[in-house]
């Protein structure tokens, strides 16, 4: 069973940064494809950006592309979601997911872990 737990979030202005953090524990993450999702008040989960097994292929929604990078350090057990020139519309809570892959799960249907999420809030 992989375990995980987001970290990052809280409260930015509009054009500011921040970087996301997903810890795991229980599996090592080298077989898993990792993903960032997001969910606004209201609205359905969204997908923001996933990496494979490696960290050499990366997707990102429309939205985020230009704006966040998504990285992974398999020595850490780690996935990290760098934020920039944050929008309100981007506020959210932020879930990162697992799944054994060796491709790259773009929908949330195909993830088996879940964390419980961090929130975060862009001011304008």
């Known amino acids: 069973q992989l375990q995980l737990v987001e970290s990052g979030g809280g409260l930015v202005q509009a054009g500011g940064s921040r970087r996301l953090s997903c810890v795991a524990s229980g599996h090592t993450i080298n077989n898993y494809a990792l993903g960032w999702f997001r969910q606004a008040p209201g609205k359905e989960r969204d997908f923001v950006a996933a990496?494979?097994?490696?960290?050499?292929?990366?997707y990102y929604a429309d939205s985020a592309k230009g704006r966040f990078t998504i990285s992974r350090d398999n020595a850490k057990n780690t996935v990290y979601l760098q934020m920039n020139s944050l929008k309100p519309e981007d506020t959210a809570v932020y879930y990162c997911?697992?799944?054994?892959?060796?491709?790259?799960?773009?929908?949330?249907?195909?993830?088996?872990?879940w964390g419980q999420g961090t929130q975060v809030t862009v001011s304008s």
């Open positions: 990496i494979n097994w490696s960290g050499g292929i990366k």
């Open positions: 997911a697992g799944r054994v892959a060796r491709g790259v799960p773009l929908t949330g249907d195909e993830y088996d872990y």
